[in-house]
């Protein structure tokens, strides 16, 4: 069974750093990072190819997110930095055919992350 399990998240100042970690009981899929705010759709935030060679972020986090993977752990990390209010989501792993418009068919149950002004 294909189990994807979100930790790191929490309370953080804007301006300060967070790293999520998404454990999978896999480690063959391309896998990406989503979110969800209140009252908004769920939205891509980063993704990582299978062998972590290709990368790809939404315009909103790129320069301050950095997604990877180390597959020997079966990992994929989140580090977002400068973090700012509008980055106040529930984020969530996904896995599977993921890229910046689709979606794999693998989630995790998402980690909350709060940024205060």
Known sequence: ???????????VQAGGSLRLSCAASFSSYAMGW??????????FVAVISW??????YADSVKGRFTI????????????MNSLKPEDTAVY???AGWVSSTTTGDYWGQGTQVTVST
Do not use: I
């Open 92 to 94: 969530y792993c996904n």
């Open 51 to 56: 062998s972590g060679g290709s990368t790809n």
């Open 68 to 79: 990877s993977r180390d597959n020997a752990k079966r990992t994929v990390y989140l580090q």
């Open 34 to 43: 989503f979110r969800q705010a209140p009252g908004k759709e769920r939205e």
């Open 1 to 11: 069974q294909v189990q994807l399990v979100e930790s790191g998240g929490g309370l």
